[in-house]
């Protein structure tokens, strides 16, 4: 057993104190990962670069059709979870010449090859929103809800999974 200290509360650290006491309730009844495979039963069957790229391409078409062109859409196994990444959007901008060239690229967190649909879904457009809202602000969640009108509840459930995943680590 791996007797590293974890603390998978940290995911929803931001949320009410009731919530947190539900949500240790379940860790404590060993219940969680029977809540998310009940709630989530597929995974998605996106496995490699080529197909995300797709996935993220066929959601950008149909939302953001008229924002920025995607230069690279990757899995990304130097995402470190636990620095708060799942995904990461990055805009460069670089002078060739005399023109401004920019690329923006969209990287997902490798552990996510084997997650829920739903929680890929999430991240995708989160990190497709980035593309017109730069900030975590009301206007970027009002675009994720208007993408995905259960964003709240994905993300929410996204941070179970990520304690349930930490804790399942921390047994073996």
Known sequence: MNTKSTDPLRYIAGYA????????????????????????PQQHSI???????????????????KSAPLNKIAFDNTIHIVHNALGLHSFVSRVQGA???SNNEIRIGAMFKKAPAAFLQMIVVHELAHL?????????????QHMLPDYHQFEFDMRLYLAQSELANAAE
């Not at 009844?29 to 709630?39: F, G, P, Q, R, V």
């Not at 017109?132 to 994720?144: G, I, W």
């Open 17 to 40: 104190p009731e919530i947190k006491a539900q949500v240790q309730a379940m860790i404590d009844k060993d219940s969680l990962a029977e809540y998310l495979a009940k709630k989530y």
């Open 47 to 65: 496995g490699n670069d080529k197909a995300l790229r797709g996935y993220v391409m066929d959601l950008k078409n149909q939302y953001l059709r």
């Open 99 to 101: 023109k401004l060239k």
């Open 132 to 144: 017109k809202e730069k900030d975590h602000n009301k206007a970027f969640y009002q675009l994720c």
